[in-house]
């Protein structure tokens, strides 16, 4: 897994802890609808909340509906532009292959995640599309941030779900 990002994360947390913190209530009520629980925020250039999405397939029976899409679509009637090139996502997961690819298509500037997905990541882990040569946007990424309480969301809804 690639853990390299440009910025410095510490510097970055004051704006991105409450962000990822609003992605987990997301999270949440995904879980709560018996979807997976990920969650997304979308935040503009000024680390302003622009739109958020939790995974949505189970509640929309929707295969789409994921919590990035969700957030982009969101955040792109929100601006009243596809082109979401000075907005940072936050998400629970790494992003899987149409997440991340629709991220690059919107032009998103960063990509921040929590937990790694080693079996559909598209950001470092099982494939890393934002970094591509073939493809023209390279968003920054920043993988594992708030990490372990990404993780015990997925795990805890996992783990009930066995038993």
């Known amino acids: 897994m690639c853990h390299t990002s440009s910025v410095n994360v510490s510097n970055s947390r004051q704006l991105w802890a409450p962000a990822m913190a609003q992605a987990l209530q997301e999270a949440a009520r995904a ?3 018996g979807d997976v629980p990920v969650g997304a925020v979308v935040l503009d250039s000024r680390g302003q ?3 958020t999405g939790r995974n949505q ?3 929309q029976g929707d295969p789409l509906s994921h919590a990035e899409m969700e957030a ?3 955040a792109a009637s929100a601006l009243g532009t596809w082109n979401l090139s000075a907005c940072t996502l936050l998400v629970t997961l790494e992003p899987c292959p149409m997440c ?3 991220a690059l298509s ?3 500037d960063r990509i921040v995640f929590g937990a790694w997905d080693p079996k559909m990541g598209a950001c470092g882990s099982v494939w890393d599309l ?3 040569p073939h ?3 390279h968003p920054e990424i920043v993988g594992g941030f708030a990490e372990s309480d990404c993780a015990a969301v997925l795990n805890d809804f996992f783990a009930a779900r066995r038993r």
């Open 31 to 33: 879980g709560a609808q």
């Open 49 to 51: 909340v622009v739109s």
């Open 57 to 59: 397939r189970e509640a």
């Open 72 to 74: 982009l679509r969101s």
């Open 100 to 102: 991340a690819g629709a």
């Open 106 to 108: 919107c032009h998103i």
């Open 130 to 132: 934002p970094r591509d």
């Open 135 to 137: 493809i023209g946007a």
